[in-house]
């Protein structure tokens, strides 16, 4: 199981290799998130189609143990 971090948005991000979750607010405040593979890099995510904040995580989460990655990085979106 991954080790999840939370981090904020002035937090050094981790060197090693990790699946970064990117949560921000959307359109009435909801807090939605994107993940991507650190070893890849930062996508963007897809604006109005990113997942609640808590099946982000839970995705990202999946996604990592299916790629034998330890850690999953949760912070806020810079900006």
């Not at 904020?8 to 807090?31: C, K, L, Q, W």
Request: proline share 3%.
């Amino acid at each position: 199981m991954a080790t999840i971090i939370y981090l904020s948005p002035t937090d050094d991000i981790p060197a090693e290799r990790h699946v970064a979750v990117i949560v921000h607010r959307g359109f009435g405040g909801m807090e939605l998130g994107y993940f991507f593979d650190s070893a890849k890099g930062d996508t963007g995510g897809s604006a109005g189609f990113d997942w609640r904040m808590s099946e982000a995580i839970e995705r990202a989460t999946r996604f990592a143990k299916e790629q034998n990655i330890d850690k999953v990085v949760v912070r806020a979106a810079c900006g």
